[in-house]
């Protein structure tokens, strides 16, 4: 029985029951299904299936029934109409400007989104005449001066990465609907277990499923959750296009989603922990997390929020070398620049992420040359304090 449809049931029930089908084996556990095409029980109903007019499996760039079930799945979580799944996350945000931009179009973006989203709007759809500008994440009033009649889209990233910035999601929602303007949000960092954009008045959320909805670092794909309007025209997208989630993904994603709550409060209950030991530490500058009391926006995101995540930024007192000098005595973490992983991943913005940025481009962006990027695995919370107390207590 599909329980999609109830919307009594909670956010771990729908995760761990919403969009599976039995088939007429009787399984509990989801099925895969390896396949590229479907077969009809004759020339008749395979010409229904083609044309649409009889729902069905044709061919799995466009339906499948793994990738189905992941997209329910994900769909009933984000409390969306519907969602389609993406070979990427940079997949999902390229089949949204396909599907509802034009060339002439406008889209508003926040500074401080993830590299590669940048990199897309300004090497390649800049190329078709789909042209971006850049404003403050948290600056409303930057948000609506960037707005011209040519405005179709409002793209923002909340909480960001590595700076814990974050915008009102309802007062950004309210102000893209003012100007007949979409408002997609890059729900990656906290999940529909953290945070709910359509509940809040976003029209889309875009995921990388790749990050916390896997959770172990384990498959590449993404997804796009909305109204069934915006998001049939996606569909036809990425069955035209055909940058589709495989179907082995979609399981290790729907394995992944089963999890997510508990991963996510647990997450964000390490993080906060260690945020705030960490503001304690005399070598550390300043603690950069949504969480902290010291957080300019801590107010909003306790509105906005149900919890706080796994990202942060910290800054550590004597610029790049001491910053390197606390990564190079962790052995527990990981150096490296992912995130959404069980594992801890620690990695120095400035040298890495960010390094392609000018000196200017990077103190605009507020990411300092002392600055450590953290994203909190699910170790045990006092090796990981030991394993930053090694680098961070020789400092000096
Ligand atoms: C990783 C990431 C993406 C891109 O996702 P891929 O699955 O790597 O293509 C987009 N947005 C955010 C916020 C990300 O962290």
């Given at each position: 029985m599909p329980l999609d449809d109830d919307l009594s049931l909670g956010l771990e029930t729908l995760a761990i029951r919403a969009g599976h089908e039995r088939t007429h084996e009787q399984e509990h556990g989801e099925p895969i299904f390896p396949t590229s095409s479907f077969v009809y029980g004759s020339a008749a109903e395979a010409a229904r299936k083609f044309k649409g007019e009889e729902p069905g499996n044709v061919y799995s760039r466009f339906t499948n029934p793994t990738v189905r079930n992941f997209e329910q799945r994900l769909a009933a979580l984000e409390g969306g109409e519907r969602c389609v799944a993406t070979s990427s996350g940079m997949a999902a945000i390229l089949s949204t400007v396909l599907a509802l931009l034009q060339a002439g179009d406008e889209v508003i973006v926040s500074r401080s989104v993830f590299g590669s989203t940048i990199a897309l709007f300004d090497k390649y759809l800049a190329k078709f005449g789909v042209v971006p500008r850049y404003v403050e994440l948290n600056d409303l009033a930057g948000w609506e001066a960037a707005i011209t009649p040519k405005t179709k889209l409002l793209f923002a990233e909340t909480p960001s990465n590595p700076l814990n910035e974050l915008v009102d999601i309802a007062a950004l929602a309210d102000l893209a609907h003012r100007h007949g303007a979409w408002l997609a949000i890059d729900n990656c960092f906290l999940t529909p277990a953290l945070q709910r954009p359509l509940a809040l008045g976003a029209d889309l959320?875009?995921?990388?499923?790749?990050?916390?909805?896997?959770?172990?670092?384990?498959?590449?794909?993404?997804?796009?959750?909305?109204?069934?309007?915006?998001?049939?025209?996606?569909?036809?997208?990425?069955?035209?296009?055909?940058?589709?989630?495989?179907?082995?993904?979609?399981?290790?994603?729907?394995?992944?989603?089963?999890?997510?709550?508990?991963?996510?409060?647990?997450?964000?209950?390490?993080?906060?922990?260690?945020?705030?030991?960490?503001?304690?530490?005399?070598?550390v500058a300043r603690v950069h997390y949504s969480g902290l009391a010291s957080h300019p926006q801590h107010a909003l995101a306790q509105r906005q929020q149900l919890g706080f995540g796994a990202v942060m930024g910290v800054e550590i007192a004597g610029g790049r070398e001491a910053a390197w000098h606390v990564i190079d005595h962790t052995r527990v973490m990981s150096i490296?620049?992912?995130?959404?992983?069980?594992?801890?991943?620690?990695?120095?913005?400035?040298?890495?992420?960010?390094?392609?940025?000018?000196?200017?481009?990077?103190?605009?962006?507020?990411?300092?040359?002392?600055?450590?990027?953290?994203?909190?695995?699910?170790?045990?919370l006092e090796d990981l304090q030991a394993d930053l107390a090694r680098g961070l207590d020789t400092l000096m």
């Open positions: 959320v875009i995921h990388s499923a790749t990050k916390y909805l896997d959770g172990q670092g384990r498959a590449i794909g993404g997804a796009v959750v909305g109204r069934d309007q915006e998001l049939e025209q996606l569909f036809g997208v990425v069955r035209t296009c055909g940058p589709c989630m495989s179907p082995f993904n979609a399981w290790i994603f729907l394995k992944g989603l089963e999890t997510l709550s508990l991963r996510m409060h647990a997450h964000s209950r390490n993080a906060q922990a260690l945020a705030e030991w960490l503001e304690q530490q005399p070598a490296t620049g992912n995130l959404g992983d069980v594992k801890t991943t620690i990695t120095h913005p400035g040298t890495t992420t960010h390094g392609r940025l000018s000196d200017a481009q990077r103190a605009s962006a507020g990411i300092s040359d002392g600055l450590i990027r953290l994203a909190v695995g699910l170790e045990t």
